[in-house]
């Protein structure tokens, strides 16, 4: 069977219903504009990821949703104007006459920038001959905004700043990752993100005398944001630079003279800080905590240090964060495993008097006010999900006795042990949390079990933890997938004769690794854009992606054995379980030929794995239609070989 008639097969047997709670329409990134009449935000309702834009209620009543989305869609005189373009980020001019959105033509990572009027009747794109271009800051009084531009064979970006109305634009540096973060208010300061995964610094660059300081000794960060204070003398960095854990820094800026050190203005020795929120007064920051991998929410007060903590919206994860222009409001974008992203508003009058500080009487150290009013914004019903399962956080150990943890989520009703697929998430720095998936919820509605465990090397747990899958210390890493099965088994959660594996992106490559390592473990396996050979990742995924990933993975030069050592192809002929392949014709990222590759290997001995392509994705399935059917087709592939193992072929 060839992958078109696998797919073609697949594609029929959608006429079927569906469940209308796993495929609501997703909200996220709500922007208001700088007036303060208008939000911004991104959402699938037409099916793919697009811009919206609508008035903004004053009263904190819902948003009515216009009939169409902003164009950002190429036409046939774009180099890929025959695939959608989906919206990944947007950013208001601080003059409120543009919106900027970065944009994924078919999914994948060959981004543009587009800017777009809030009426969508004028369209400008910056640098679109470039490969790719990548969104930043816009500078106070919106002339300028920060871009980083990708050559066809450098892994450095340009960090540039390009002015909206002429076009021209100064490069401020260059390197991998490479990011401007922030502009300073009088236009003559600016600080850019710069360097490899796990070794991230920022640089602070005066454009008057063009001198470029270092704000974060040793170069060895994780996170690594900043943005300008309201006063023009202190800038706030969001980094783990200066410990284990992210935390909110500020830096001294007094004239002509260096940048103070970084010191901690909100830090936690336990929690990592998700997201920075400055109001449009200056005075008080939002600040989310990954605690676990839920979100905790306070607000600081950064003229008195003190905090007062807000309630969380429905679900468990604060996905973006923006006060509104008067500051009697923050807009949050939140979900959980039986909330739908969503975006909901969290009214602060009662903290807030017309953007001045009410009075407030303090106890312990924290700011007491009254109880604050959470409504959604989008939609404005909720959804029905009585049916949708919440997880819960389960701990095992290492085989080296690292303490880890995962999600685990179980079918309502189930005793003892159960089929289970293990769920391995992408990265690896990025985390496993108790988020929306329906790919989750719909294997539990036919009695399958998900563990989803956040392996060394996930994000959440600290900088040691993050760094302790790189290079060699990987090999260590690949065992703790074994480690959670052993403890599934020995807990008599998770059937020995029914477990499955599969995961996305790092995870995808894990699932590989894992099916070909430990093939006694598992009875079926799902790979989604994984990685199957390191040398042939290097030389085919985009040159700024290999650039940056040399920290994690390592050097394909000074490497290579490790790496050999380390890619699943090499160890294809002892993959056992059934194998179904799932890629992006537009992912550069991971190339589709780590996919065909693995496909070729288990062919040619005699294995029937199955191989899903979407043509108009990348490296995430965004189109809600393909997710109907990848959903539909995992489910498929997961129960006919977990619920009977009679066929035990790859």
């Known amino acids: 069977m060839t992958e078109a008639d696998f797919v073609r097969r697949r594609m029929d047997r959608l006429s079927g219903e569906h469940d209308p709670a796993l495929f609501p329409t997703a909200y996220s990134c709500p922007i208001p504009s700088p007036d303060g009449r208008m939000l911004a935000w991104i959402s699938d309702r037409d099916g793919r990821p697009r811009a919206w834009v609508a008035q903004l ?137 710069v360097g490899r995964r796990g070794a991230r610094r920022l640089e602070h660059f005066d454009l008057r005398s063009g001198r470029c300081t270092e704000l974060l000794p040793g170069g060895e960060a994780n996170v690594a944001d900043a943005r300008f204070g309201i006063t023009g003398g202190q800038l706030f960095v969001h980094s783990d630079a200066a410990g284990e854990r992210p935390a909110l820094l500020a830096v001294g800026l007094n004239g002509d003279a260096e940048p103070s050190l970084p010191y901690v203005v909100a830090g936690r020795d336990e929690h990592d800080l998700d997201l920075v929120s400055l109001d449009p007064m200056g005075a008080r920051a939002a600040l989310v905590w990954n605690v676990d991998g839920r979100s905790e929410i306070e607000l600081l007060d950064l003229r008195s240090g003190l905090t007062e903590p807000l309630p969380c919206p429905p679900g468990d994860v604060v996905t973006g964060a923006a006060f509104t222009r008067d500051g009697r409001a923050l807009l949050i974008g939140n979900e959980g495993p039986t909330v739908p992203p969503t975006i909901t508003r969290i009214a602060l009058d009662t903290l807030i008097r017309h953007g001045a500080a009410a009075p407030h009487e303090v106890r312990g150290g924290r700011v007491g006010a009254g109880s604050v009013t959470v409504t959604p914004l989008l939609p404005a019903a909720p959804r029905d999900a009585g049916h949708l399962v919440d997880p819960v956080l389960h701990h095992f150990p290492g085989e080296d006795g690292l303490p880890l943890s995962g999600w685990l989520f179980r079918p309502t009703g189930a005793f ?74 020995e807990q008599g959660l998770a059937d020995p004769g029914r477990i499955g594996v599969s995961g996305r992106s790092y995870g995808g490559y894990l699932t590989l690794v894992a099916l070909a390592w430990f093939p006694e473990l598992f009875r079926v396996g799902v790979d989604v854009c994984g990685i199957s050979d390191f040398t042939t990742f290097y030389a085919q995924t985009e040159p700024w992606i290999a650039a940056a990933a040399v920290t994690k993975y390592g050097d394909p030069a000074a490497h290579a054995t490790l790496l050999r050592e380390l890619s699943p192809i090499h160890s294809a002929d002892r993959i056992t379980a059934p194998l179904l392949v799932v890629h992006g014709a537009y992912d550069t990222n991971v190339p589709i030929v780590e996919a065909e590759q693995i496909v070729e290997a288990l062919r040619d001995r005699g ?44």
């Not at 066809?152 to 100064?170: C, F, I």
């Open 57 to 193: 209620p004053p009263d904190g009543s819902a948003v009515v949703e216009p009939g169409w989305p902003l164009p950002t869609d190429g036409d046939s005189h774009d180099r890929d104007g025959d695939v959608p373009w989906d919206v990944q980020k947007i950013a208001w001019s601080p003059d409120g006459y543009w919106l900027a959105c970065q944009l994924a033509p078919g999914g994948g990572e060959r981004t543009r920038v587009r800017l777009i009027s809030p009426d969508g009747s004028q369209i400008h794109d910056l640098a679109p001959s470039a490969p790719a271009v990548t969104l930043g800051s816009w500078s106070p009084n919106g002339r300028q905004l920060g871009i980083t531009i990708f050559g066809a064979v450098s892994g450095d970006g340009a960090a540039s700043l390009v002015d909206v109305r002429d076009g021209t634009s100064t490069m401020l540096t260059s390197g991998p990752a490479a990011l401007v973060c922030a502009i300073s208010g009088d236009g003559a300061q600016a600080v850019v993100r």
């Open 416 to 489: 003892g042990s159960t089929p289970t697929l293990i769920w391995l998430h992408g990265g690896p720095e990025a985390q496993e949390r108790p988020i929306f998936q329906p790919l989750f919820q719909a294997l539990l509605a036919e009695g399958v079990a998900v563990f989803a465990p956040n392996v060394r090397g996930s994000g959440g747990y600290g900088r040691t933890f993050s760094q302790a899958d790189d290079l060699e210390r990987r090999f260590v890493a690949i065992t703790d997938v074994r480690a959670a099965v052993t403890s599934l088994v």
């Open 607 to 650: 294995a029937s794995p199955g191989f899903l392509l979407f043509d108009d994705e990348g490296h995430e399935v965004h189109s809600t239609a393909n997710r109907v059917l990848f959903v539909r087709e995992v489910v498929r592939w997961v129960t006919g070989h977990l619920l009977d193992v009679g066929e035990q072929t790859a």
